[in-house]
């Protein structure tokens, strides 16, 4: 396999310092998480992270824009975005039903005391990553 390639956007790195004491934890933990899945990842050679409206966005060659944020007006949770045009959410909520709670076609969204469910989400990540690759199949490789 291939080496990753990460290209960071020095802003990014701002802006997870910027997040509250409470929520920073999780969002690098979230961060991590992608990174992480593109290294395991067969095809994903380079991973651009940068901000997209003002998100930690994750890009890659043959994959579909990744974001994650916390909103004031939702202190309680945070969350993972996905294009809403894409199938990933709707997909994710067939075989991850009872794993996860979602926001209409966009989101997996967390609350901030629970604990994030790794493996599945890792799925997830990696769906996104290489979507253009699996967008034909039925559940999307997962």
């Known amino acids: 396999m291939t080496k990753l ?4 956007n020095p ?3 701002e802006k997870f310092a910027n997040y509250p004491d409470k929520l920073r934890g999780k969002m690098r933990y979230l961060r991590r998480l992608v ?3 593109a290294e395991e990842t067969e095809g994903v050679d380079e991973l651009e992270e940068t901000l997209k409206w003002g ?3 994750f890009v890659t060659k043959n994959g579909s ?3 994650m944020d916390w909103k004031e007006r939702s202190p309680d ?4 975005y996905f294009q809403c045009s894409s199938r990933l959410v709707s997909t994710f909520r067939i075989v991850f039903e009872d794993v996860f709670k979602f926001e209409g076609n966009r989101a997996i969204v967390f609350q901030l005391e629970e ?3 790794e493996l599945e989400l890792k799925e997830c990540i990696k769906a996104s990553l290489i979507y253009h690759k699996v ?3 039925m559940t999307l490789g997962i």
Do not use: N
């Open 5 to 8: 390639v990460l290209k960071t």
């Open 11 to 13: 802003a990014v790195d």
């Open 35 to 37: 990174i992480e899945t």
């Open 55 to 57: 998100e930690p966005s």
């Open 65 to 67: 824009t990744l974001r």
């Open 77 to 80: 949770q945070f969350a993972m």
């Open 115 to 117: 604990k994030v469910p």
């Open 135 to 137: 967008k034909h199949l």
